[in-house]
């Protein structure tokens, strides 16, 4: 890579005129920059698409730019969520010095303005990299990983010059190093919610301190979302989401080789409480289940009692009659099919509020505990699910219309107006 000018690291303003003009701004003024799994980064599953995004910009149009570590896994081709190509880092030793230079910059503002803008660099990071090397089991080439997405991605926008970008992750290390990376271009950063985000969220907590670091606006999943993260110290509006509804129609469902699919409950688990979920399974041993793990937390599942279920979500779900969850998306995927469920608070929806009637689990254990029948199962399923809860449809035309939403209170540097 050969770029003339030194980031900053993300205290450059954005120019006035990216935010002028809005009423014109048009689909190829955004560009959606994504990288190449879901957290990022987990190191497995490579040759699987990303599916945060789903088909967002093949229904809009908007271009998707995927960042890599390394070459890439899949052709653009086996996205086939519309047009996509791919940018990795190329590093000669002046790039090198460079990122050495930001990721001091970055230490010292973890210290003086927040720990969060050392994009997860660290002692321990450091040593978990070191002996992962040594192990011959790295997650990333680079030690110093987000910086290096940082200065990659800048030089990209440089090259490309859209004036909006959109990215998940939100106010994640990820997120930050993407909002960094469009001040330093001159492009207006935009964090797009890719499906429910629980209250208790760290990523989305105490975000003052980090204004001109992060997204200048957030586009939320539904109206709740929007009501739910009013506060923050962005502007907030309503856009949608294609991921729950991006295959939630058609013949083309999923199957198993067995022909007693759905004769079992399936539990699809929610992300932050896969573990917890593993150890109640593993503590029911004569209770027969099948398993739709989250893609991040697919270990752990060689259990006697288990079946692990792949597949696409939308296309499993109505081969089962009775499904236990606490996954928002897997609940909103529910609600949409009219389809009742087992619900059990977890922490990614443990702040969603249910009807009265409708009977809530606080852990899985209890259910597995007093559901011992196909009769008790069906007894504890209920419909959850409020109408607010679940994300709109998104076209081209809602695209801009919340992207001017978010523009008329965005400041001339980028941050709220308010």
């Not at 980064?41 to 390394?70: I, K, Q, S």
């Not at 539904?222 to 058609?250: C, F, I, Q, T, Y």
């Amino acid at each position: 890579m050969r770029d003339e000018t030194v980031s900053n690291g993300g205290l450059s303003s954005i120019p006035h005129s990216t935010l002028s003009g809005r009423s014109d701004l048009a689909i190829d003024d955004v560009l959606i920059i994504s990288c190449d799994r879901y957290g990022p980064w987990n190191g497995r599953d490579t040759d699987r698409p990303d599916h945060v995004w789903a088909d967002l910009p093949m229904v809009t149009g908007v271009p998707m730019l995927v960042y890599c570590e390394r070459e890439p896994a899949m052709s653009a081709d086996a996205y086939r969520f519309g047009s996509v190509e791919f940018v990795r880092p190329q590093l000669d030793l002046r790039e090198r010095v460079n990122v050495l230079v930001e990721t001091v910059r970055d230490m010292r503002r973890s210290l003086t303005i927040d720990r969060r803008l050392s994009l997860g660099f660290g002692p321990v990071h450091v040593a978990r990299h070191v002996w992962r090397r040594v192990r011959r089991r790295p997650l990333s080439p680079h030690l110093a990983r987000m910086q290096v997405a940082r200065r990659v991605i800048a030089h990209e926008l440089r090259r490309r010059s859209p004036r909006v970008v959109l990215f998940h992750g939100e106010f994640d290390q990820w997120g930050v190093a993407v909002a960094q990376a469009c001040r330093n271009a001159g492009v207006i950063p935009i964090a797009v919610q890719h499906g429910p985000i629980a209250g208790t969220a760290d990523q989305y907590q105490r975000l003052e301190k980090l204004r001109g670091h992060i997204a200048s606006g957030l586009l939320c999943a539904s109206d709740n979302e929007v009501d739910k993260w009013g506060h923050l110290p962005v502007p907030v509006a309503l856009l949608g989401s294609r991921r729950v509804r991006w295959n939630l129609v058609g013949d083309d469902r999923d199957s198993t080789a067995n022909s007693d699919v759905g004769s079992r409950p399936l539990l699809v688990l929610p992300s932050r409480d896969s573990e917890l979920w593993r150890r109640a399974v593993a503590s029911h041993s004569k209770v027969e289940v099948d398993v739709k793990p989250h893609p991040l937390h697919r270990d752990g599942w060689d259990l006697d009692n288990v079946r692990v279920i792949d597949g696409e979500l939308n296309g499993v779900l109505p081969n089962y009659e009775v499904v236990i969850t606490g996954s928002p998306n897997a609940q909103i995927a529910l609600a949409m099919l009219d389809k009742p469920y087992i619900r059990v608070r977890s922490s990614d929806s443990g702040d969603w509020e249910s009807p009265e009637d409708a009977p809530v689990f606080d852990c899985l254990d209890d259910v597995l505990d007093h559901c011992s029948t196909p009769g008790d199962l069906r007894r504890a399923m209920a419909r959850h699910v409020p109408r607010s809860h679940i994300p709109p449809d998104v076209d081209d035309g809602m695209l801009i219309d919340a992207l001017r939403s978010l523009f008329d209170r965005i400041g001339p540097k980028g941050v709220s107006s308010a």
